[in-house]
């Protein structure tokens, strides 16, 4: 069992919905993240939380906006999404400091259709 | 800037059989590797991680990854494959982002194939 929870597993919405993503952890994790994977490649960091304040954007497009209301919640609201943003939409965690030796810690994402 | 190259884009092996998986990074200081493994719609499970000390490191489901640095390589092996192994396999450098976070660079990933 991933002790990271993503909902919902499963999300289809049209290109004029306003849908959120939402994640959870309970490890006492300060870092958070959003990825995004299309299908056969590797996932591709999209923000980066640290001690709920938002520290990396990795130049979204401003129809994801992110949100980290507490330490154990990460969001990300969606609005006006395009058919090509459509994607598995991975969670993570991690703990920061230590010199950075954290591995992240994965949810097991949401399947978004956007049609 | 950190990269990973994972030459191999899918490999096919029988059952019992042994198992290397290639990885090259490229980072300026002292990297941080990590191997993950991704399951049909799932997310990604961490596999093992290397930070210092042994270069050989075990990790779960009787992996282990070797360092080194002359190569620039973290492969991953496994002595005897099972079918449940098959699967998607990801090498990462990680780099301290801002504050500590951990920011992750990916391979491309590579598609495991079990043969019966």
């Known amino acids: 069992d991933t002790e990271v929870t993503q909902t919902p597993k499963h999300l289809v919405m049209g290109m004029t919905n306003k849908k959120s993503l939402k994640c959870e952890q309970h490890?006492?994790?300060?870092?958070m993240y959003w990825y995004k994977q299309k299908a056969k490649k590797p996932p591709e960091l999209m923000f980066v939380?640290?001690?709920?304040?938002?520290?990396i954007n990795e130049s979204v497009p401003s129809r994801f906006s992110p949100e980290c209301p507490n330490s154990s919640l990460l969001n990300l609201h969606l609005h006006a999404l395009q058919p090509e943003d459509s994607a598995l939409y991975l969670c993570?965690?991690?703990?920061?400091?230590?010199?950075?030796?954290?591995?992240?810690?994965f949810g097991n994402g949401t399947r978004l259709t956007v049609t | 800037a950190q990269s990973v190259t994972q030459p191999d884009i899918h490999i096919t092996v029988s059952e019992g059989a042994s198992l290397e998986l290639r990885c090259n990074y490229s980072?300026?200081?002292?990297?941080?590797l990590f191997w993950y493994v991704q399951s049909p719609g799932q997310g990604l499970q961490l596999l093992l991680k290397?930070?210092?000390?042994?270069?050989l490191v075990q990790g779960i489901k009787g992996f282990e990854a070797e360092f080194k640095r002359s190569q620039s390589s973290f492969n991953l092996r496994k002595p005897s494959v099972h079918w449940s192994d098959a699967a998607e396999y990801f090498c990462?450098?990680?780099?301290?982002?801002?504050?500590?976070?951990?920011?992750?660079?990916f391979g491309s990933g590579t598609q495991l194939t079990v043969l019966p």
């Open positions: 993570a965690s991690s703990q920061v400091g230590r010199g950075g030796h954290s591995p992240l810690h």
């Open positions: 490890m006492g994790h300060r870092a």
């Open positions: 939380y640290s001690y709920e304040k938002l520290s």
């Open positions: 980072y300026g200081a002292t990297p941080y």
């Open positions: 290397y930070f210092s000390g042994d270069t």
């Open positions: 990462a450098v990680g780099a301290a982002a801002s504050g500590s976070a951990r920011q992750l660079t």
